[in-house]
């Protein structure tokens, strides 16, 4: 369901061009109908000779009232620009057309109108004029249809016109983002809160929720109605008036955005690709304040010129615009900027990226680059574009930044994998391919920067090398799981070290060490303690030995050689499979050791699962033999 604008200066005859073709007035407003002039925007219908309903949205032409224009243009299909063929060419013909064009709404027809007041070689004086007009522009090919709706002179044939370049136009596409831009709010007695706009990028049903923005609002669509004709799903497309419970009119006002939910995110800081209209009269200045106008929304905005201190009239550039309050936006949607005084249409572009995340510094190459990349990109080339600039992106980060549903998005990230654009990080994280080389050695010599801190460490607690990295979990374990297969690293359970790192002692250490270890040697059942240990050897040596396994920690006091814990475990376990049972006592005697030592040993194992605690006697289990961790 296909909806065209009409478009073009005041008293040109759109208002009644429209009544003629549909038979429906869409002057609305008394004042308008007092006045007989267009204030806000009418809504109407016409069926197509092939069958199909095309809505029609009449908008204002005159000066005074070009930003309600601007409110009912976003999201049509096609436009209708008139001209009156007794005045010609006009100042707000210009400044629509111009509009259109921002907007890229390129399909369209120009209906000559008032054919009737004026001589044949008037009207063909005007037709070139209106020809030379639009040389140059999208519209540079599009059909003008002389046309009168007092005599109903080409009626048939401006129809037929209107059939023609909408029969050539895409589907709308169905992205699975639904929303729509509110261009009238108000009451229905019996019914309740009644919103109405042109619905994009997806479909809405009868009871489904919905979201409200930028407020955050839930709502539930009770009913659906498109050209009063009540329906249960809407399209992509369609001219859509929503019936919603759980929202009052006066929460709402025309540029709120009613959305699928979870699909958007209110931004107010926007990547762009700006063209200064050559009409406007006069350069456009860095941070300049501006109004901007986007779907049936109107903001007041700051200006930030990312590549030059001053944007003339005809000339482009890039931008970032920083918005008065939050709105919905996506990639790739079309805004129209103003001068808030004198109020003039001062240009507009493309939104390369709703949520850039920063101020990007000024008069950066590496900054335009990535905006000159995402110009006009599809959906795979952004997430190309900024997973080359950030390195990694999470699946919830990426389809926010495309607006689009997580599995679409999981598709697009996978197709790039396969292409071998981008490494799967763990179950939702992609990165770019340079990106995991260069995190790899920047995990290299994250752990490496460790040992030298550390000489007498035995590696790296995994948690430290990831928190000052800042990588988020999955993306670590990725990173080090590579960073393992290829030998760099190597893999001690909580620790990790560089491969063929070993514990290198001074001379003044090793001495120490050597003095240490004969302490324990010389009496091995009865060894130093552990405050002992740490008085022969410091702090960080004694953890190096018990790191290293040279020692071994039984509790807050007990240390032992290696040797001499396996010569009590296998001696324990002994004497278990011989006698069944063992007390702390005979422990202590079968070992010739103190009760201290014994208890502690007798703990470790039932940790370990070696042993079980029955009473006061332990019994055999089957259980791992590895020694207690440090």
């Known amino acids: 369901m296909p909806v065209i604008a009409t478009a073009g200066h005041v008293d040109h005859g759109k208002s009644a061009l429209v009544e003629a073709l549909t038979g429906i007035h869409p002057d609305r407003l008394k004042a308008e109908q007092i006045r007989e002039m267009t204030i806000d925007l009418g809504f109407a219908w016409l069926t197509l000779p092939h069958g199909e309903t095309v809505g029609i949205v009449d908008v204002p032409g005159h000066l005074d009232f070009i930003e309600n224009m601007l409110a009912g243009v976003g999201g049509i299909d096609a436009a209708l620009l008139v001209v009156a063929a007794d005045e010609g060419v006009m100042p707000q013909t210009r400044e629509h057309l111009a509009i259109l064009t921002l907007l890229e709404v390129c399909a369209g027809v120009v209906a000559l109108t008032k054919i009737d007041l004026v001589d044949a070689d008037w009207l063909a004086l005007v037709e070139e004029d209106v020809r030379a007009l639009l040389r140059g522009t999208c519209w540079a090919a599009a059909p003008i249809v002389p046309v009168s709706a007092h005599t109903r002179a080409g009626l048939d044939r401006l129809v037929e ?106 931004t107010a800081l926007l990547d762009v690709h700006l063209i200064h209209w050559e009409g406007s009269p006069r350069p456009l200045l860095h941070f300049a304040e501006v109004k901007f106008f986007h779907g049936a929304a109107e903001l007041m905005a700051r200006v930030r010129l990312l590549d030059r201190d001053a944007l ?55 900054i335009l680059e990535t905006l000159r990349a995402l110009h006009r990109a ?29 599995e679409a998005v999981r598709t697009l990230l996978e197709g790039l994998a396969a292409a071998g654009e981008a490494i799967r990080l763990g179950e939702d994280r992609w990165a770019a391919p340079e990106w995991q080389a260069a995190a790899l050695r920047r995990l290299v010599e994250q752990v490496e920067a460790y040992h030298r801190e550390n000489p007498l460490r035995r590696g790296m607690p995994k948690e430290e090398a990831r928190s000052r990295l800042g990588w988020p979990g999955p993306a670590f374990e990725a990173v080090l799981a590579e960073a ?87 001696r324990i376990r002994q004497h278990l499979q011989e006698r069944g049972t063992l007390s702390a006592a005979e422990a202590r005697d079968l070992l010739q050791t103190s009760r201290k030592i014994a208890v502690a040993l007798l703990e470790q194992l039932d940790a370990m699962g070696i042993t079980r605690r029955v009473g006061d006697v332990r019994v055999l289990t089957a259980g791992p033999t590895t020694g207690p961790s440090a």
Not at 209 to 218: D, H, L, S, Y
Not at 316 to 337: E, M, Y
Not at 522 to 542: C, F, S, T, V
Request: glycine fraction near 10%; proline fraction near 9%.
């Open 378 to 406: 599809d959906p795979a080339a952004r997430l190309r574009v900024w997973l080359r600039e950030a390195g990694m992106l999470s699946l919830s980060e990426a389809a926010l930044r495309l607006a689009m549903p997580p």
């Open 312 to 366: 003339p009239p005809g000339e482009v550039g890039f931008a970032q615009i920083l918005l008065s309050r939050p709105t919905v936006v996506a990639p790739g949607d079309r805004f129209i900027l103003r001068w808030p005084s004198p109020s003039m249409t001062l240009g507009g572009g493309e939104v390369l990226d709703a949520h850039p995340g920063r101020r990007h510094r000024r008069h950066r190459p590496e």
């Open 484 to 570: 393992l297969r290829q030998g760099l690293l190597e893999d001690l359970g909580p620790l990790i070290r560089r491969a063929g790192f070993t514990l290198r002692l001074n001379e003044v250490q090793r001495q120490r060490v050597e003095a240490c270890l004969a302490r324990f040697r010389q009496d091995p059942w009865h060894p130093p303690n552990l405050r002992e240990a740490e008085a022969l050897l410091g702090r960080e040596l004694l953890q190096a030995l018990l790191e290293e396994g040279v020692l071994v920690r039984l509790s807050e006091e007990v240390v032992l050689l290696k040797e001499t814990w396996e010569e009590g475990v296998a």
């Open 161 to 266: 016109a209107l059939a023609a370049v909408l029969r050539g136009r895409p589907p709308r596409p169905d992205r699975g983002r639904a929303r729509l831009s509110i261009d009238r709010a108000f009451t229905m007695p019996g019914f309740g809160t009644v919103v109405t706009g042109t619905l994009l990028d997806g479909r809405l049903q009868v009871g489904e929720e919905v979201e409200i923005w930028p407020a955050g609002r839930r709502a539930r669509i009770r009913g659906l109605q498109s050209y009063r004709r009540r329906v249960e799903e809407a399209l992509p497309g369609s001219r859509v008036a929503i019936n919603l419970a759980g929202v009052a009119p006066e929460d709402l006002r025309r540029g709120d955005w009613v959305t699928a939910p979870g699909r958007f995110q209110p």
